[in-house]
Protein backbone atom coordinates (compact mmCIF):
# COMPACT_ATOMS: atom_id res chain seq x y z
CA UNK A 1 0.00 0.00 0.00
CA UNK A 2 3.28 2.39 0.56
CA UNK A 3 6.56 2.69 -0.72
CA UNK A 4 9.41 1.59 1.15
CA UNK A 5 10.76 4.31 3.49
CA UNK A 6 14.51 5.39 2.24
CA UNK A 7 15.37 7.56 5.29
CA UNK A 8 14.07 7.29 8.73
CA UNK A 9 15.12 10.01 10.88
CA UNK A 10 12.61 10.62 13.04
CA UNK A 11 12.38 6.82 14.09
CA UNK A 12 15.16 7.92 16.09
CA UNK A 13 14.03 10.69 17.53
CA UNK A 14 13.03 10.56 21.43
CA UNK A 15 9.18 9.30 21.93
CA UNK A 16 6.83 12.10 23.73
CA UNK A 17 5.61 10.16 26.61
CA UNK A 18 2.88 12.20 27.24
CA UNK A 19 1.96 11.46 23.62
CA UNK A 20 2.49 7.93 23.45
CA UNK A 21 0.61 7.29 27.15
CA UNK A 22 -2.37 9.83 25.93
CA UNK A 23 -2.53 7.54 22.62
CA UNK A 24 -2.76 4.63 24.23
CA UNK A 25 -4.45 4.94 26.96
CA UNK A 26 -7.38 6.51 25.06
CA UNK A 27 -8.16 3.87 22.41
CA UNK A 28 -7.65 1.48 24.83
CA UNK A 29 -10.11 2.78 27.70
CA UNK A 30 -12.82 3.60 24.59
CA UNK A 31 -12.35 -0.40 23.46
CA UNK A 32 -13.01 -1.73 26.73
CA UNK A 33 -15.54 0.60 28.56
CA UNK A 34 -17.53 1.71 26.03
CA UNK A 35 -19.10 -1.82 25.02
CA UNK A 36 -18.89 -3.18 28.29
CA UNK A 37 -20.99 0.07 29.43
CA UNK A 38 -23.23 -0.57 26.36
CA UNK A 39 -23.37 -4.73 27.70
CA UNK A 40 -24.27 -3.49 31.12
CA UNK A 41 -25.82 -0.73 31.48
CA UNK A 42 -27.00 0.52 27.65
CA UNK A 43 -26.52 3.64 25.91
CA UNK A 44 -29.19 6.60 26.06
CA UNK A 45 -30.45 8.03 22.90
CA UNK A 46 -28.67 11.40 24.26
CA UNK A 47 -25.55 9.75 24.80
CA UNK A 48 -25.82 8.47 21.28
CA UNK A 49 -26.60 12.29 20.08
CA UNK A 50 -23.75 13.89 22.05
CA UNK A 51 -21.43 11.58 19.99
CA UNK A 52 -22.20 12.53 16.64
CA UNK A 53 -22.91 16.44 17.80
CA UNK A 54 -19.31 16.44 19.75
CA UNK A 55 -17.50 14.37 16.92
CA UNK A 56 -18.78 16.65 14.16
CA UNK A 57 -18.15 20.07 16.47
CA UNK A 58 -14.82 19.09 17.00
CA UNK A 59 -13.87 17.44 13.29
CA UNK A 60 -14.77 20.19 11.42
CA UNK A 61 -13.47 22.57 13.87
CA UNK A 62 -10.34 20.78 12.54
CA UNK A 63 -11.35 20.93 9.54
CA UNK A 64 -12.53 24.39 8.96
CA UNK A 65 -10.51 26.16 11.76
CA UNK A 66 -7.58 24.56 11.83
CA UNK A 67 -7.21 23.43 8.48
CA UNK A 68 -9.07 25.54 5.91
CA UNK A 69 -8.94 28.92 7.99
CA UNK A 70 -5.67 28.53 10.09
CA UNK A 71 -3.78 27.29 7.98
CA UNK A 72 -4.72 28.19 4.48
CA UNK A 73 -6.50 31.17 4.77
CA UNK A 74 -9.03 30.45 2.34
CA UNK A 75 -12.01 32.63 4.04
CA UNK A 76 -12.20 34.78 7.24
CA UNK A 77 -14.10 34.39 9.79
CA UNK A 78 -16.08 36.18 12.33
CA UNK A 79 -14.29 36.53 15.57
CA UNK A 80 -17.28 34.84 17.67
CA UNK A 81 -16.68 32.09 14.75
CA UNK A 82 -13.13 31.84 15.32
CA UNK A 83 -13.41 31.64 19.45
CA UNK A 84 -15.99 28.86 18.83
CA UNK A 85 -13.65 26.93 16.41
CA UNK A 86 -10.38 27.13 19.21
CA UNK A 87 -12.40 25.71 21.74
CA UNK A 88 -13.72 22.95 19.97
CA UNK A 89 -10.36 22.82 17.68
CA UNK A 90 -8.85 22.56 21.25
CA UNK A 91 -11.57 19.69 22.78
CA UNK A 92 -10.39 17.22 19.60
CA UNK A 93 -6.49 17.55 21.45
CA UNK A 94 -4.90 17.72 18.14
CA UNK A 95 -2.37 20.34 19.34
CA UNK A 96 -2.56 23.92 19.44
CA UNK A 97 -3.70 25.70 15.75
CA UNK A 98 -0.08 27.25 16.11
CA UNK A 99 1.90 24.04 16.00
CA UNK A 100 -1.07 22.32 14.14
CA UNK A 101 -0.98 24.86 10.90
CA UNK A 102 2.80 25.28 11.34
CA UNK A 103 3.33 21.93 10.67
CA UNK A 104 0.45 21.78 7.89
CA UNK A 105 2.04 24.88 6.33
CA UNK A 106 5.57 22.48 6.07
CA UNK A 107 3.48 19.07 5.15
CA UNK A 108 2.46 21.12 1.78
CA UNK A 109 5.32 22.96 0.89
CA UNK A 110 7.74 19.24 1.30
CA UNK A 111 5.45 17.17 0.73
CA UNK A 112 6.16 13.28 0.28
CA UNK A 113 9.80 14.38 1.18
CA UNK A 114 10.73 11.72 3.84
CA UNK A 115 12.91 14.22 6.05
CA UNK A 116 11.47 17.42 6.17
CA UNK A 117 7.84 16.24 5.13
CA UNK A 118 6.35 15.77 9.08
CA UNK A 119 4.03 13.21 8.13
CA UNK A 120 5.37 11.66 5.03
CA UNK A 121 3.31 9.11 3.67
CA UNK A 122 6.25 8.04 1.82
CA UNK A 123 7.20 6.61 5.37
CA UNK A 124 4.01 3.99 5.53
CA UNK A 125 1.11 4.19 6.60
CA UNK A 126 1.71 4.16 10.45
CA UNK A 127 4.00 6.73 10.72
CA UNK A 128 2.23 9.10 8.37
CA UNK A 129 -1.37 8.08 10.90
CA UNK A 130 -0.24 8.45 14.28
CA UNK A 131 3.91 7.30 14.43
CA UNK A 132 4.89 10.67 13.38
CA UNK A 133 3.18 11.79 16.92
CA UNK A 134 4.42 9.38 18.86
CA UNK A 135 8.00 10.98 18.81
CA UNK A 136 9.44 14.34 19.38
CA UNK A 137 10.03 16.40 16.41
CA UNK A 138 13.16 16.10 15.16
CA UNK A 139 14.73 19.00 16.47
CA UNK A 140 12.95 18.53 19.60
CA UNK A 141 11.20 21.98 19.16
CA UNK A 142 8.55 23.44 16.67
CA UNK A 143 9.67 26.29 14.12
CA UNK A 144 6.97 28.43 13.48
CA UNK A 145 8.98 30.75 11.02
CA UNK A 146 6.13 29.78 8.72
CA UNK A 147 3.38 31.03 10.87
CA UNK A 148 4.13 34.47 11.72
CA UNK A 149 0.91 35.78 10.65
CA UNK A 150 -0.84 33.47 13.00
CA UNK A 151 1.35 34.60 16.13
CA UNK A 152 -0.31 37.65 15.45
CA UNK A 153 -3.58 36.70 16.10
CA UNK A 154 -4.69 37.07 19.37
CA UNK A 155 -6.91 34.26 19.64
CA UNK A 156 -4.44 31.75 18.42
CA UNK A 157 -2.12 32.70 20.57
CA UNK A 158 -4.81 32.48 23.72
CA UNK A 159 -5.67 29.27 22.44
CA UNK A 160 -1.85 27.97 22.01
CA UNK A 161 -1.14 29.57 26.08
CA UNK A 162 -3.91 27.85 27.11
CA UNK A 163 -4.15 24.65 25.31
CA UNK A 164 -3.61 22.21 28.13
CA UNK A 165 -6.23 24.14 30.74
CA UNK A 166 -8.85 24.24 27.52
CA UNK A 167 -8.42 20.78 26.06
CA UNK A 168 -9.03 19.17 29.73
CA UNK A 169 -11.92 21.55 30.66
CA UNK A 170 -13.83 20.77 27.61
CA UNK A 171 -12.88 17.18 27.27
CA UNK A 172 -14.02 16.58 30.65
CA UNK A 173 -16.50 19.71 31.53
CA UNK A 174 -18.65 19.70 28.45
CA UNK A 175 -19.49 15.47 28.39
CA UNK A 176 -20.31 16.11 31.94
CA UNK A 177 -22.23 19.02 31.55
CA UNK A 178 -24.48 17.88 28.93
CA UNK A 179 -24.87 14.28 30.84
CA UNK A 180 -26.27 16.18 34.17
CA UNK A 181 -28.58 18.65 31.82
CA UNK A 182 -30.03 14.97 30.00
CA UNK A 183 -29.34 12.64 32.91
CA UNK A 184 -27.07 10.18 31.63
CA UNK A 185 -23.48 11.61 33.06
CA UNK A 186 -22.01 8.54 32.13
CA UNK A 187 -23.09 7.34 28.93
CA UNK A 188 -22.36 10.67 27.39
CA UNK A 189 -18.95 10.56 29.01
CA UNK A 190 -17.78 7.85 27.66
CA UNK A 191 -19.48 8.34 23.74
CA UNK A 192 -19.67 11.80 23.44
CA UNK A 193 -16.15 12.20 25.53
CA UNK A 194 -13.99 9.18 24.67
CA UNK A 195 -15.38 7.60 21.91
CA UNK A 196 -16.00 10.61 19.91
CA UNK A 197 -12.33 11.61 20.91
CA UNK A 198 -10.67 8.43 19.66
CA UNK A 199 -12.91 8.03 16.54
CA UNK A 200 -12.30 11.89 15.86
CA UNK A 201 -8.28 11.23 15.99
CA UNK A 202 -8.19 8.54 13.85
CA UNK A 203 -10.85 10.07 11.25
CA UNK A 204 -8.96 12.80 11.15
CA UNK A 205 -5.13 11.33 10.69
CA UNK A 206 -6.63 8.94 7.66
CA UNK A 207 -6.47 12.33 5.90
CA UNK A 208 -2.42 12.12 6.21
CA UNK A 209 -2.19 8.40 6.30
CA UNK A 210 -5.11 6.90 3.50
CA UNK A 211 -5.59 10.00 1.62
CA UNK A 212 -1.92 9.95 0.82
CA UNK A 213 -2.39 6.19 -0.82
CA UNK A 214 -5.95 4.91 -1.68
CA UNK A 215 -7.44 6.59 -4.60
CA UNK A 216 -7.74 8.80 -7.83
CA UNK A 217 -5.43 11.35 -8.71
CA UNK A 218 -7.63 13.50 -11.23
CA UNK A 219 -5.81 16.72 -10.93
CA UNK A 220 -1.72 16.02 -10.50
CA UNK A 221 0.92 12.61 -9.94
CA UNK A 222 2.91 15.02 -9.26
CA UNK A 223 2.94 14.24 -5.26
CA UNK A 224 0.95 10.98 -3.39
CA UNK A 225 -2.62 12.96 -2.79
CA UNK A 226 -5.51 11.08 -3.93
CA UNK A 227 -9.40 11.99 -4.13
CA UNK A 228 -11.13 9.45 -2.42
CA UNK A 229 -15.44 9.53 -1.59
CA UNK A 230 -15.29 6.93 0.87
CA UNK A 231 -12.78 8.62 2.84
CA UNK A 232 -14.20 12.15 2.21
CA UNK A 233 -17.58 10.51 3.82
CA UNK A 234 -15.52 9.91 7.03
CA UNK A 235 -13.04 13.43 6.91
CA UNK A 236 -15.66 15.64 6.98
CA UNK A 237 -15.22 16.55 2.77
CA UNK A 238 -11.21 16.50 3.36
CA UNK A 239 -11.09 13.31 1.71
CA UNK A 240 -10.73 15.07 -2.00
CA UNK A 241 -7.00 15.27 -1.25
CA UNK A 242 -5.54 15.05 -4.47
CA UNK A 243 -7.39 18.34 -5.27
CA UNK A 244 -6.76 20.09 -2.29
CA UNK A 245 -2.79 19.59 -2.75
CA UNK A 246 -2.77 21.31 -5.96
CA UNK A 247 -5.46 24.04 -4.83
CA UNK A 248 -4.44 24.42 -1.61
CA UNK A 249 -5.42 28.46 -1.58
CA UNK A 250 -9.39 27.08 -2.44
CA UNK A 251 -12.13 27.12 0.38
CA UNK A 252 -13.69 23.71 -0.88
CA UNK A 253 -12.08 20.02 -0.60
CA UNK A 254 -14.94 18.58 -2.68
CA UNK A 255 -15.16 20.82 -5.78
CA UNK A 256 -18.00 19.27 -7.62
CA UNK A 257 -21.32 20.61 -5.91
CA UNK A 258 -22.35 16.85 -5.89
CA UNK A 259 -19.01 16.03 -3.46
CA UNK A 260 -19.66 15.25 -0.07
CA UNK A 261 -17.90 17.94 1.90
CA UNK A 262 -19.75 19.29 5.04
CA UNK A 263 -16.90 21.66 5.89
CA UNK A 264 -17.26 23.49 2.34
CA UNK A 265 -21.32 23.95 3.41
CA UNK A 266 -20.37 24.79 6.88
CA UNK A 267 -18.43 28.08 5.35
CA UNK A 268 -20.84 28.65 2.59
CA UNK A 269 -23.80 28.94 5.33
CA UNK A 270 -21.59 30.64 7.62
CA UNK A 271 -21.04 33.26 4.62
CA UNK A 272 -24.94 33.14 4.10
CA UNK A 273 -25.36 34.41 7.75
CA UNK A 274 -22.83 37.14 7.39
CA UNK A 275 -20.09 35.17 9.85
CA UNK A 276 -17.79 34.64 7.26
CA UNK A 277 -15.93 36.33 4.55
CA UNK A 278 -13.89 36.47 1.44
CA UNK A 279 -14.11 32.78 -0.04
CA UNK A 280 -11.26 31.82 -1.94
CA UNK A 281 -12.25 30.03 -4.97
CA UNK A 282 -10.07 29.02 -7.43
CA UNK A 283 -10.74 30.08 -12.02
CA UNK A 284 -13.07 26.83 -12.97
CA UNK A 285 -10.54 26.93 -15.66
CA UNK A 286 -7.30 26.10 -14.06
CA UNK A 287 -9.45 22.98 -12.62
CA UNK A 288 -10.10 22.43 -16.02
CA UNK A 289 -6.22 22.63 -17.11
CA UNK A 290 -5.32 20.46 -14.05
CA UNK A 291 -7.89 17.69 -15.40
CA UNK A 292 -6.88 17.83 -19.34
CA UNK A 293 -3.47 17.63 -18.37
CA UNK A 294 -3.76 14.81 -16.48
CA UNK A 295 -6.43 13.21 -18.92
CA UNK A 296 -3.56 13.87 -21.92
CA UNK A 297 -0.63 12.39 -20.40
CA UNK A 298 -2.78 9.08 -19.29
CA UNK A 299 -3.94 8.57 -22.84
CA UNK A 300 -0.71 9.62 -24.58
CA UNK A 301 0.96 6.93 -22.06
CA UNK A 302 -1.63 4.59 -22.61
CA UNK A 303 -1.73 4.83 -26.54
CA UNK A 304 2.27 4.35 -26.72
CA UNK A 305 2.21 1.25 -24.73
CA UNK A 306 -0.29 -0.04 -26.50
CA UNK A 307 1.11 0.96 -29.79
CA UNK A 308 4.79 -0.35 -28.53
CA UNK A 309 3.17 -3.74 -28.68
CA UNK A 310 0.61 -3.47 -31.80
CA UNK A 311 1.71 -0.45 -33.94
CA UNK A 312 -1.03 -0.35 -36.05
CA UNK A 313 -2.42 2.63 -38.43
CA UNK A 314 -5.39 3.06 -36.61
CA UNK A 315 -3.23 3.94 -33.46
CA UNK A 316 -1.09 5.90 -35.27
CA UNK A 317 -4.14 8.01 -36.15
CA UNK A 318 -5.36 8.08 -32.91
CA UNK A 319 -2.24 9.42 -31.46
CA UNK A 320 -2.59 11.87 -34.25
CA UNK A 321 -5.81 12.74 -32.91
CA UNK A 322 -4.28 13.24 -29.26
CA UNK A 323 -2.13 15.36 -30.56
CA UNK A 324 -3.94 17.88 -32.55
CA UNK A 325 -6.31 17.65 -28.99
CA UNK A 326 -3.10 19.11 -27.20
CA UNK A 327 -2.17 21.81 -29.69
CA UNK A 328 -6.06 23.25 -29.51
CA UNK A 329 -5.64 22.83 -25.58
CA UNK A 330 -2.11 24.74 -25.82
CA UNK A 331 -4.04 27.47 -27.72
CA UNK A 332 -7.00 27.90 -25.76
CA UNK A 333 -4.77 27.96 -22.60
CA UNK A 334 -2.81 30.67 -23.91
CA UNK A 335 -6.12 33.20 -25.49
CA UNK A 336 -7.06 32.87 -22.09
CA UNK A 337 -4.59 33.81 -19.42
CA UNK A 338 -3.74 36.64 -22.30
CA UNK A 339 -7.81 37.49 -21.87
CA UNK A 340 -7.00 37.30 -18.06
CA UNK A 341 -4.21 39.31 -18.42
CA UNK A 342 -5.87 41.99 -20.41
CA UNK A 343 -9.19 42.36 -18.09
CA UNK A 344 -7.42 42.32 -14.63
CA UNK A 345 -5.21 45.38 -15.63
CA UNK A 346 -8.18 46.86 -17.37
CA UNK A 347 -9.94 46.54 -14.67
CA UNK A 348 -7.00 48.05 -11.97
CA UNK A 349 -7.59 50.93 -13.93
CA UNK A 350 -11.15 50.76 -14.00
CA UNK A 351 -11.39 51.10 -17.89
CA UNK A 352 -13.84 48.08 -18.07
CA UNK A 353 -17.52 48.70 -19.62
CA UNK A 354 -20.31 47.00 -18.54
CA UNK A 355 -20.56 45.22 -21.67
CA UNK A 356 -16.68 44.41 -22.25
CA UNK A 357 -17.12 42.86 -18.49
CA UNK A 358 -20.01 40.64 -20.35
CA UNK A 359 -18.35 39.82 -23.20
CA UNK A 360 -15.26 38.46 -21.41
CA UNK A 361 -17.19 36.51 -19.12
CA UNK A 362 -18.79 35.30 -21.95
CA UNK A 363 -15.66 34.29 -24.03
CA UNK A 364 -14.18 32.43 -20.91
CA UNK A 365 -17.18 30.22 -20.58
CA UNK A 366 -17.07 29.33 -24.10
CA UNK A 367 -13.28 28.44 -23.59
CA UNK A 368 -14.27 26.40 -20.53
CA UNK A 369 -16.44 24.91 -22.93
CA UNK A 370 -13.99 23.83 -25.26
CA UNK A 371 -12.32 22.67 -22.87
CA UNK A 372 -15.00 20.42 -21.40
CA UNK A 373 -15.97 19.19 -24.67
CA UNK A 374 -11.72 18.25 -25.35
CA UNK A 375 -12.58 16.20 -22.05
CA UNK A 376 -15.00 14.39 -23.71
CA UNK A 377 -13.56 13.64 -26.69
CA UNK A 378 -10.18 12.56 -24.72
CA UNK A 379 -12.16 10.06 -22.67
CA UNK A 380 -13.83 8.51 -25.84
CA UNK A 381 -10.20 7.75 -27.56
CA UNK A 382 -8.94 6.39 -24.35
CA UNK A 383 -11.92 4.32 -24.12
CA UNK A 384 -11.40 3.01 -27.67
CA UNK A 385 -7.50 2.20 -27.85
CA UNK A 386 -6.23 2.46 -24.18
ZN1 LIG B 1 -1.70 15.96 2.55
ZN1 LIG C 1 -3.92 21.44 3.68
Not at 114 to 119: G, M, N, Q
Not at 223 to 245: I, M, Q, S, W
Not at 250 to 266: E, H, M
Request: glycine content about 6%; aromatic content about 14%.
Amino acid sequence: MSNEPTARPQENAPINWVNMTVFTLTPLAALIAVPWYGIVHGFSTWAWVSFVVFLYACGMSITAGYHRLWSHQTYQAHPAVRWVLAVFGAMALQNSILVWASQHRRHHLVVDDVEKDPYSARRGFWFSHMGWILRDYPSGQNDFSNARDLERDPIVMFQHRHYLALTLSTNIGFPLALGWLVGDVWGVFLLGGLLRLVVNHHFTWFINSLAHMWGSQPYTDENTARDNPVLAFLTYGEGYHNFHHIFQNDYRNGVKWWQFDPTKWLIVVLSWMGLASNLKRVPDLWIHRAQLAMQFKRTEHALAKRHARFGDEQLERARARVAEEYAAFRKALEEWSKLREQWLADRKQRLLQKWEETSFRLRLKQIEAELRMQRRRLRAISRAYA
